[in-house]
């Protein structure tokens, strides 16, 4: 536990330094090492999806490094490290809207990849993110983006063993657009009793596409 309060804390640190950086350039975020996403929110994406942070939780130099380098690869939008970033996230911050900000880039970045070896490494199962609310949505997220690829195929890590809960997750917005987001949920997602209208899974370049 001291180890984990210790990567929560230099975590924090961290968004905070992001926040001072946002606050002079607005529109922007920043990472270690000087790399900045346009993502137009308050927080820095600590080497891009929490592996920063993952590193922090064993103090080790040598890994922190490592994982930095394996950031600045060109293609790092995966649902495993995405897993692991969500993992921090709920740990440090518990920021669900953040959360489904982060994973509409992750889910547009991944239909992006045109490389067959890339994609399909972009759906490697993840370690569970600690909340099995956030872990359906990921299975759900790779399904949507595995089958616009293969219709009707599946990882199958992403297929659910068990019956979706009676209760609704529903992360975004306020009560009252409940039934205005859940007609507009991908049906991967609403299968799974999660309530994410498809304008929270596509960026301006998605436009074009069509959602299942």
């Not at 219709?151 to 409940?178: K, Q």
Request: net charge neutral.
């Amino acid at each position: 536990m001291r180890r984990v309060s210790a990567a929560r804390s230099r975590y924090q640190e961290f968004v905070g330094a992001g926040l001072k950086w946002h606050e002079r350039h607005p529109g922007n975020d920043i990472c270690e090492g000087g790399t900045v996403q346009p993502i137009g929110r308050h927080r820095c994406m600590a080497v891009e999806f929490g592996l920063y942070a993952e590193a922090l939780v064993g103090h080790n130099r040598s890994r922190r490094l490592e994982l930095r380098k394996e950031a600045q690869m060109d293609q790092f939008y995966t649902y495993e490290r995405f897993a692991q970033w969500v993992q921090c996230e709920l740990a440090a911050e518990n920021d669900s809207s953040f959360v489904v900000r982060v994973l509409k880039r992750v889910v547009s970045e991944i239909r992006d990849i045109k490389d067959h070896k890339e994609f399909i490494a972009a759906h490697r199962e993840p370690d569970t993110t600690g909340d099995a609310d956030w872990d359906r949505v990921i299975r759900a997220a790779a399904e949507m983006t595995y089958s616009e690829r293969f219709p009707g195929e599946s990882p199958g890590w992403s297929v659910e063993i068990s019956e979706p809960p009676e209760a609704w997750f529903y992360p975004t917005s306020r009560p009252s657009r409940f039934v205005f987001n859940l007609e507009r949920t991908p049906i991967s997602f609403r299968k799974r009793s999660i309530c994410l209208g498809e304008g929270n899974l596509r960026t301006a370049k998605d436009h074009d596409r069509p959602w299942i």
